[in-house]
């Protein structure tokens, strides 16, 4: 299983959450888990979704579908995957589907600890 940190200042944990739950539905091997630090910080809602991801490629390939979509509906301009060792892959909201397909298998390739969507 695949932890990965999903980054956005857009909106809260729990409505992106909601959204990816409903986007994604429950036939992927895909759940949601919102981690916090032990102490609140001043100001900031440090609470970071992680996504658990199988080991299966359809289930990785049905989150990022759903950020897409998430990022579409905030009028977002990409999705960043990020690698543990620094790699990047860079989706953009009017890929193809084909590429997004392309993407994936890369992304997957990269050990990927996070992905932040991104206004541009």
Not at 5 to 34: N, P, Y
Not at 51 to 59: I, K, L, N, P, W
């Amino acid at each position: 299983m695949l932890r990965i940190a999903v980054k956005t200042e857009h909106d809260t944990v729990e409505s992106i959450k909601t959204f990816l739950e409903r986007a994604i539905g429950e036939e992927e091997d895909v759940r949601f888990e919102a981690e916090g630090p032990p102490m609140r910080v001043r100001g900031v809602d440090p609470t970071v979704l992680v996504a658990v991801v199988g080991a299966a490629g359809t289930a990785f390939g049905a989150l990022i579908s759903g950020l897409l979509q998430y990022a579409a509906s905030k009028e977002s301009a990409k999705i960043e995957i990020s690698g543990s060792k620094g790699r990047k892959v860079v989706i953009t909201g009017n890929t193809s589907l084909e590429r997004v397909r392309e993407y994936v298998k890369v992304a997957q390739e990269i050990d990927v600890d996070s992905i932040e969507i991104c206004k541009d």
